[in-house]
C-alpha cells in the first residue's frame, strides 16, 4: 500500500531564511510524487510534481523538490522564504486516481 | 480558464437533512475526484470518475453517500440523511487524464448540526 509521511507537524522560518519540508512515501513502483499548498479557506494548489526524468524539479513560486530514491524521499526546498509562503504544505503520491496525501506541514513564517 | 468551480462555498444543515455539493471541472478534463478533508483523517479520496463513469467508489463512506456525473461539466456529491459527523470540507478536483497531476476546487466547507 502507498504511504506517505511529514514528520514536521509545524514549522516556523524566518523571513528571508531557506525552507526544506520532507516527505517520505512508500510506493510499490516509480511514484507519481507533488507538492501541494493550501491556504486558510482555500484549495489546494498544486507547486510542483515528479513523473520521471531529471529528479531536480522547479515548481511555481520559487519552490524546487528533489526525488531521492534511495531515500524515499521527495523534499520541497525554497531558498528564501516570504511572509506570503505561510500555508499547509501537502506532499502526495500516487495516481491522481489513487493518490495518497501526507498528513501536512503547517509553515509559518516570522518577520 | 476558471478552475475548478464548487458550489456553494459554505453549506450548514440540521441532522437528517439532504445535502447536495456540486462541481463543475475544467473544460476538457476526463476526469473528476471528490475528496474530504477532516482534521482526524486528513485528506481522502471519495470517488473518481472517467469520463463521466464512476470507476472507483471505494473510498465513499457509506450508502448514505452518492455522487453522479450526469455529463462532462457538472458532478454532484449528496448526502442523505446528513450527520453532524460528515462535518469536513469537501474538495472537487479534476485532471486532463487519469494519471496526471489533480487541479483542485476552492472546496464546500459542510457543518452538520
Known amino acids: 500500500a502507498q504511504s506517505v509521511t511529514q514528520p514536521d507537524i509545524h514549522i516556523t522560518v524566518s523571513e528571508g531564511a531557506s525552507l526544506e519540508l520532507r516527505c517520505n512515501y512508500s510506493?510499490?513502483?516509480?511514484?507519481?510524487l507533488f507538492w501541494y499548498v493550501q491556504s486558510p479557506g482555500q484549495g489546494l494548489q498544486l507547486l510542483l510534481k515528479?513523473?520521471?526524468?531529471?529528479?531536480l524539479v522547479q515548481g511555481i513560486k520559487g519552490f524546487e523538490a528533489e526525488f531521492k530514491r534511495s531515500q524515499s524521499s521527495f523534499n520541497l526546498r525554497k531558498p528564501s522564504v516570504h511572509w506570503s509562503d505561510a500555508a499547509e504544505y501537502f506532499c502526495?503520491?500516487?495516481?491522481?486516481?489513487?493518490?495518497?496525501f501526507g498528513t501536512g506541514t503547517r509553515l509559518q513564517v516570522t518577520l | 480558464d476558471a478552475g475548478v468551480i464548487q458550489s456553494p462555498r459554505h453549506e450548514v444543515t440540521e441532522m437528517g437533512q439532504e445535502v447536495t455539493l456540486r462541481c463543475k471541472p475544467i473544460?476538457?478534463?476526463?476526469?473528476l475526484f471528490w475528496y474530504r478533508q477532516t482534521m482526524m483523517r486528513g485528506l481522502e479520496l471519495l470517488i473518481y470518475?472517467?469520463?463521466?463513469?464512476?470507476?472507483?467508489d471505494s473510498g465513499m463512506p457509506e450508502d448514505r453517500f452518492s455522487a453522479k456525473m450526469p455529463n462532462a461539466s457538472f458532478s454532484t456529491l449528496k448526502i442523505q440523511p446528513s450527520e453532524p459527523r460528515d462535518s469536513a470540507v469537501y474538495f472537487c478536483?479534476?485532471?486532463?487524464?487519469?494519471?496526471?497531476?489533480?487541479?483542485f476546487g476552492q472546496g464546500t466547507r459542510l457543518t452538520v448540526v
Open positions: 502526495a503520491v500516487g495516481h491522481p486516481s489513487k493518490l495518497t
Open positions: 478536483a479534476s485532471s486532463p487524464q487519469v494519471n496526471t497531476e489533480a487541479f
Open positions: 515528479y513523473f520521471s526524468g531529471d529528479t
Open positions: 473544460s476538457g478534463h476526463n476526469s
Open positions: 510506493y510499490g513502483a516509480t511514484p507519481y
Open positions: 470518475f472517467n469520463n463521466n463513469v464512476p470507476i472507483d
